[in-house]
């Protein structure tokens, strides 16, 4: 940890902001300094979470699906809170959300709130997080953040517990939690990874509602209910109806005609699984399913692994059940593992058009593992290596 305060300026940043003063660039100049100094802040002392019996945590972004899930995550998993608070938009001050037994009043977000807490979980969206993130940072909280806001900064460490806990060592008070799709597959690669080396990954999701946030799954519910009973429907959260349809869409399309959500997909896994070499293509599918995400993978290593090999590589790992007997019609999907903490494996089996290729089916509920879950796991390692 530094103790005088440096700005370093990138020549992609040099050339990006200084060489083209129009008004946008001017703009994102000052965006892109308020983040440099808070980072900077922050490298300087805010951030390390102190031992303690309990702790003040706070949600923020607590009336939305992911929010509300990491209050219940809380009681179920008898976090150590001392006390909670929640946060949200001006539109829900006034709220009220059980925990333990208690009903806790939901304030608006602000600058000033952070003072006293001790753990932050943010799932209010990127906006939010770039902006508030920091300024609880270096008010002493540690933020573990669930938005797509610090995921691929260099400075904050991307986090699943099962994968590279050993990430949260290097910290400067904001932890990344990973997008829901990615979350669930690198749990499942990284085993395979250790044992036969991952040369490419191809991946198609399936994507449920709740992957959007509340107001998609209460389109989905709306749009089902209106064609049932023979009435007109709006699609207002997505481009086309959801009900009893497929979007190949996720987060919008980029220049080369990927998804936002596909190219997460592939960064995000190369981050965490700290290893550039892993080729990682992916398709991103929303489907008309209230909760969990499924994945097909086909995985191609550098060593030849047969199914049963995989099967058993997998089932002694912590947050993976190996559910698959197909001849019995085992195998998983969101009905069976909605409101479960596992990801679920099945359909193992050798790609017989490749040398050394397996194929599987991956199922996990995207509120818990692939949000709330994994970001209250982030809060329990912090405590486990705090001091
Ligand atoms: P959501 O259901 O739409 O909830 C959004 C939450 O953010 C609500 O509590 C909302 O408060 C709050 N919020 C919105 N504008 C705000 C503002 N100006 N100030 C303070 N709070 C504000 O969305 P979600 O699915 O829970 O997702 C939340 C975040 O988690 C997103 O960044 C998302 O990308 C990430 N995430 C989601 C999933 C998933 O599976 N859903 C998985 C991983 C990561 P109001 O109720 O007052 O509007
Ligand atoms: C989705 N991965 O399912 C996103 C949630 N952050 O849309």
Redesign the pocket.
Known sequence: MEDTPYFYISQDFYTKYFTLPGADDLMNFFVDCDKVYNLISIRNGAGMLKKKERYIVAVVGATGAVGNEMVSVLEEREFPVEELRLFASERSEGKRIEFRNRQIPVKTLKEDVFKGIDIALFSAGAERSRHFAPIAAESGCVVVD?S?AWRMDPEVPLVVPEVNPDDLKWHKGIIANP???TIQMVVVLKPIHDVARIKRVVVTTF??V????KRAMDELLKQTTDLLNFRDIKAEVYPYQIAFNCLPH??KFMDDGYTK?EI?MINETKKIMGDDSIRVTAT?V?VPVFRG?SESLNIETEKKLTANEVRAILSEKDGIIVYDAPQKNIYPHPVLVAGKDETYVGRIREDNSIENGINMWIVAD?LRK??ALNAVQIAEKLIELSE
């Open positions: 669930n797509s997008n829901c799709s994507q449920s709740s992957g959007t946030g996720i987060d959500e997460k991103t929303r995400h995207n692939g949000a």
